[in-house]
């Protein structure tokens, strides 16, 4: 460690996500609590209401030079065509067909090149040479000599900032650590251009894959819980039952079940599918009397993938006696996906008191899991049949759903049949599938202490110590 009087810590934060992860988790508080300076890098640190949260929790806020140009975020778009599989892997292969839908011939040239080039070596090494000297910004390198961190936190390594900040980091020889911020990201993102010292992750699973597809020493991977996830195990921070149903003016004698909304390009029909349910609860037409809470993904109501105003209008329609609306409370346009850490405690509130829930393949799996609630996963598009790059029916192909669907914790809808079958079933008897949840959870989000924050820190300033 270099020698001064407190320990340096400096997080690119470059997401909402990541702002869960290290600031509203209590990672960075807990980690000034125990005398180290914490300097949080971000696109919006000039928006009043970050600066507030910062100073609340004893941080420093940096402003995050923008001055990469286009060949930056092209690289990034091209990188899987020559460091991984994307023909053969779900996830890739659907942004493909998304990203170049209007353009065909780029597509199959890009297809192509994948499958004659893809992973091979030498043209592996070529690319990430070449990357690696494109992505340059001095200003990045300027802000890291000043701030002279003996650990720079990242939540991702894939994205054009991260990877920046990461090459300037291993030229001037400073530490790299990403807290990986989502169970998906290992197999659905491709392979970083250039790998952290060290990985913090969630459970058995993502440590597994980190080691398999990144060929990453495992003695460098911390695994250390899901530190946003400790709120579940803080029952003084969540709201009743009965608080949750009156805030939304719904029965507190019935039954609820959570609708959680993906973004819109994961789920386009997504509408039609709680239109359906919508008549189907406020007509009575299941075993018992039920109501239905809908919440938005943040990205429906607010940034790029945001949904059209007159869908977000029949949205807010569906509103009523047995049917509430769950507005997520975004606090930033420049931070996407960036909410108030009260936001935590909110959705766990509202999963605690739920008797299922109910989405479209999303992480809600296992927020839902985490209190022992039943989930549908509903793999069919509503009222018609899209193609496969965009319809429901390919979750299961994605790597992370299908090693999630090999737990046995949650049901497939393929119909609106099986739909309102699974809906009859766990309304009658909600215990079902309660070993395979149990199971997941253990393996996807690693111990369920509540000590995951505390967990990340320990590990953040045992590696300081070493360094």
């Given amino acids: 460690m270099n020698n001064h009087k407190s320990a340096r810590i400096a997080c690119l934060i ?91 011939a780029l597509g199959a040239a890009l297809a192509t090149l994948n499958r004659l ?32 961190p003996d650990l720079l936190v990242l939540c991702s390594p894939y994205g054009v900032r991260e990877v920046i900040y990461l090459l300037h980091a291993k030229e001037l020889g400073i530490p790299v650590v990403c807290q990986i911020q989502s169970w998906d990201n290992i197999t659905s993102k491709g392979t970083p251009l250039v790998m952290p010292d060290y990985f913090i992750t969630w459970g058995p699973i993502m440590t597994q894959e980190v080691t398999e597809y990144y060929r990453f020493p495992r003695h460098k991977i911390l695994e250390c819980g899901v ?121 766990a509130s509202l999963l605690a008191g739920s008797d299922l829930c109910l989405n479209v393949w999303s992480t809600l799996c296992l927020d839902a899991f985490l209190v022992d609630r039943p989930v549908i996963s509903i793999g069919f598009d509503g009222w018609e049949e899209l193609p496969y790059e965009k319809s429901a029916r390919s979750g299961p192909d994605h790597i992370h759903i299908a090693k999630l669907l090999a737990f046995g914790g949650l049901r497939v809808a393929k119909s609106f049949e099986e739909l309102e079958n699974h809906i009859n079933t766990y309304l009658a008897n909600s215990g079902l599938e309660q070993t395979g949840r149990a199971l997941a959870v253990a393996q996807e989000c690693g111990p369920q202490d509540g000590q995951s924050t505390e967990r990340v820190v320990t590990v953040l300033m045992k590696l300081i110590r070493e360094q």
């Fill in 14 to 104: 470059s997401n909402g996500f990541g702002a869960r992860l290290v600031l509203k988790s209590g990672v960075a508080r807990k980690l000034v609590a125990q005398g180290t300076s914490v300097t949080v890098i971000s696109p919006n640190a000039d928006e009043p209401y970050y600066q507030q949260e910062c100073r609340d929790e004893g941080i420093a806020l940096r402003q995050d030079p923008d001055d990469r140009g286009r060949a930056a975020h092209r690289f990034r778009t091209y990188r899987p065509y020559f460091l991984d599989n994307v023909m053969g892997n779900a996830s890739l292969k659907i942004i493909h067909e998304q990203y170049f839908e209007g353009r065909p």
């Fill in 117 to 148: 080039l893809g992973r091979n070596p030498v043209v592996g090494a070529a690319y990430r040479m070449l990357e690696s000297r494109m992505n340059r910004s001095e200003s990045v390198r300027q802000l890291l000599q000043e701030l002279n």
């Fill in 227 to 347: 530190p946003h996830f400790d709120v579940y195990h803080r029952k003084d921070q969540l709201s009743s039952r009965q608080a949750v149903l009156e805030s939304l003016n719904l029965s507190p004698d019935d039954p609820y079940m959570v609708f959680g909304m993906v973004t819109p390009y994961c789920c386009p029909n997504e509408l039609d599918l709680l239109m359906w349910l919508s008549h189907k609860i406020n007509n009575g037409m299941f075993v018992k009397p039920c109501s239905l809470i809908i919440r938005p993904h943040p990205q429906t109501v607010s940034g790029y993938y945001a949904r059209e105003a007159r869908e977000l209008e029949r949205l807010m329609s569906l509103a009523g006696p047995r049917i509430g609306i769950h507005m997520p409370q975004l606090s930033s346009e420049r931070l996407y996906c960036d909410m108030p850490r009260s936001e935590m405690s909110r959705i």
